[in-house]
């Protein structure tokens, strides 16, 4: 099978995939001709999302009378990315239409195989970004910052370490997403705030010791409940296994950070001073200090709220329910709450409940404090008018909808919303689909015996070399392979179902027990830690951090990215591998 054009085409799909996610490039398309205009306006006043013309605000100026032939047919060209928001897309649609993928292999990459469920996995990652954004709205990291930077002292080696120890402790018991999703606009604000720029020392530890620590719990780290699942390990061992190994590499990293990368006092200053800012340009005198919070009460009910989610998903893990069942309810919960505060402050402000009784209608308002003087003024525009423009002109729009909507109704929810990382989900789910394929079509069993190869040349060295060839062996390719496979997830699927098709090749009793679990747990160790290797795209939490920090207007450019975690990466393999190796010949299995 392996050997078909089918299987070959999958193979280079897969991986061109990964490299073009990696360095997206940009093709240009016509996005605005004659005939796609013409198409595109009766479309959207068919559909209402638009008025019809003369009545669209966004339609161009009319030409003037004796001016038609001056008219000339224009095209306008469009530039679009091809990333990792686009590329899996395409190579699904791709192999689905050469008959590589099938319904039943769209359908596996979705509901999972062999104990491996993206289904639920998705669900827990979109959950929890859902409240982590949430409760940013409210301000609190803000003020954490500021409340931070004031008590922590003046000594910058010592914050850096406090916060270091923190983000570790962080990065266990809630797993690396959320630090990522809560730190990194904690160390953007508190770099503004302590004239810290760039805030490269910072968020790099921040990163790195996040996914360093979420090796420890299975809860912690998407990637650890996809090989719990497929190797049928109680959360328990997992953890016995995971933390020495994870230990040990968050204290040799520290030194590599503070004495060697970031030793130059502009990362790192000595003495560290807060800058007291006044009210950003545009803001009224009422709005909050940058060290109070927007909405305390929002605060607390969120924070709350996440404490909870977090502390039943780590005590129910041994029960092994399904993880969206403990985080889901909470976001729609959060959820509610949003949209309570939103109609709440909506109905408070003067004129709210005496504006046009259909919210669709009163297009003009701006902001819910001039919603009074807002629906006068179109009150009084609509009597000047005829009755027929008036019928046409105040017909309810999507787009007269989403701007009453976003502007009015739900300001809370409409900021969440554009925030969330729907398209990672597309990504993961479309990475899923390509790495079944792989399976589909033989390659698994190929990588399989490459894998026994290996293993089979260490024994010849020697028995006790074979554990060190699994251990070393597994942490180099799972984090290589983090980049090229579609995220650590993706790894993770793919080399977990090579150790499956390995085991279960192998002959009863062949398989040395130290060495099983050496590569099991190596798998484990390398697909948290290739979150810091060389390309965003090697996990999902590096691809939102690298949007966090873009929205709080930080840049770390793909070359600084791979530069820093080289020696990083080296450290956490060399330091890992070697604890891992001397704990299998003591833990028992």
């Given at each position: 099978m392996v050997g078909s054009w089918r299987s070959i085409l999958a193979l280079i799909v897969f991986f061109l995939t990964n490299i073009v996610g990696v360095f997206p490039f940009k093709v240009s398309i016509p996005v605005s001709t004659p005939v796609i205009n013409t198409l595109t306006a009766k479309a959207a006043v068919f559909l209402r999302v638009c008025l019809p013309s003369g009545l669209c605000c966004k339609d161009h100026p009319k030409v003037a009378p004796g001016q038609e032939r001056e008219r000339r047919p224009v095209v306008i060209w469009s530039s679009v990315t091809i990333g990792f928001q686009t590329v899996p897309l395409i190579s699904v649609l791709l192999l689905l239409?050469?008959?590589?993928?099938?319904?039943?292999?769209?359908?596996?990459?979705?509901?999972?195989?062999?104990?491996?469920?993206?289904?639920?996995?998705?669900?827990?990652?979109?959950?929890?970004?859902?409240?982590?954004?949430?409760?940013?709205?409210?301000?609190?990291?803000?003020?954490?910052?500021?409340?931070?930077?004031?008590?922590?002292?003046?000594?910058?080696?010592?914050?850096?370490?406090?916060?270091?120890?923190?983000?570790?402790?962080?990065?266990?018991?809630?797993?690396?997403?959320?630090?990522v999703l809560f730190g990194t606009p904690f160390l953007a604000y508190f770099s503004t705030a302590s004239g810290i720029v760039p805030p490269t020392a910072w968020v790099f530890a921040q990163f790195m010791v996040a996914n360093t620590a979420a090796a420890v719990l299975p809860s912690a780290n998407l990637t650890n409940l996809v090989l719990t699942g497929a190797f049928s390990l109680s959360y328990i061992t997992y953890a016995v296994h995971a933390i020495l190994p994870t230990l040990a590499t968050g204290v040799a990293l520290y030194p590599i950070l503070a004495f060697v990368l970031f030793k130059s006092e502009k990362y790192v200053p000595r003495q560290i001073d807060v800058v007291e800012f006044q009210h950003p340009h545009g803001e009224t005198a009422n709005a909050p200090a940058p060290d109070e919070l927007t909405d305390?009460?929002?605060?607390?009910?969120?924070?709350?709220?996440?404490?909870?989610?977090?502390?039943?998903?780590?005590?129910?893990?041994?029960?092994?329910?399904?993880?969206w069942m403990v985080t889901v309810p909470p976001a729609l919960i959060m959820l509610a709450r949003d949209i309570w505060h939103d109609r709440h402050l909506w109905k408070k402000q003067p004129g709210a409940e005496q504006c046009c009784p259909e919210p669709m209608n009163c297009v003009p308002m701006q902001t819910v404090s001039s919603t009074a003087k807002s629906c006068k003024t179109t009150m009084d525009s609509i009597v000047e008018k005829p009755v027929e423009n008036f019928t046409r002109a105040h017909q309810p729009t999507l787009d007269s909808w989403y701007q009453n909507v976003t502007k009015n109704t739900l300001p809370t929810v409409s900021t969440i919303a554009p925030?969330?990382?729907?398209?990672?989900?597309?990504?993961?789910?479309?990475?899923?689909?390509?790495?079944?394929?792989?399976?589909?079509?033989?390659?698994?069993?190929?990588?399989?015996?490459?894998?026994?190869?290996?293993?089979?040349?260490?024994?010849?060295?020697?028995?006790?070399?074979?554990?060190?060839?699994?251990?070393?062996?597994?942490?180099?390719?799972?984090?290589?392979?983090?980049?090229?496979?579609?995220?650590?997830?993706?790894?993770?699927i793919l080399l977990a179902r090579v150790l499956q098709s390995w085991l279960s090749a192998a002959a009863p009793n062949t398989v040395d027990p130290?060495?099983?679990?050496?590569?099991?747990?190596?798998?484990?160790?390398?697909?948290?830690?290739?979150?810091?290797?060389?390309?965003?795209?090697?996990?999902?939490?590096?691809?939102?951090?690298?949007?966090?920090?873009?929205?709080?207007?930080?840049?770390?450019?793909?070359?600084?990215?791979a530069l820093f975690n080289l020696p990083s990466i080296a450290v956490a393999v060399v330091v890992s591998g070697a604890i891992l190796i001397a704990q299998v010949h003591v833990v028992p299995r």
């Open positions: 239409a050469t008959g590589v993928l099938h319904g039943k292999e769209i359908r596996e990459g979705i509901s999972g195989t062999n104990g491996i469920q993206p289904l639920d996995i998705m669900a827990l990652f979109i959950s929890l970004a859902y409240l982590a954004i949430s409760l940013d709205t409210t301000g609190l990291f803000r003020f954490l910052a500021f409340w931070v930077v004031r008590k922590g002292g003046s000594s910058g080696k010592r914050l850096y370490l406090y916060l270091y120890s923190f983000f570790f402790a962080a990065g266990i018991l809630v797993g690396n997403d959320p630090v305390k009460k929002g605060a607390i009910f969120g924070s709350t709220l996440l404490a909870v989610t977090l502390a039943v998903l780590v005590g129910t893990s041994p029960l092994k329910i399904p993880v925030r969330l990382p729907i398209s990672l989900v597309l990504f993961a789910f479309c990475m899923f689909i390509l790495v079944q394929a792989l399976t589909t079509q033989g390659w698994v069993e190929v990588f399989s015996g490459w894998w026994s190869a290996w293993i089979h040349v260490c024994e010849k060295v020697g028995t006790g070399f074979a554990t060190a060839g699994a251990v070393y062996g597994m942490l180099v390719v799972s984090t290589f392979l983090c980049n090229i496979c579609g995220t650590n997830i993706g790894a993770t130290k060495v099983r679990l050496g590569a099991i747990y190596a798998l484990a160790l390398g697909t948290n830690f290739g979150a810091y290797t060389f390309s965003f795209s090697a996990s999902l939490a590096g691809l939102l951090w690298r949007d966090i920090l873009r929205q709080k207007g930080i840049s770390v450019s793909q070359r600084q990215f």
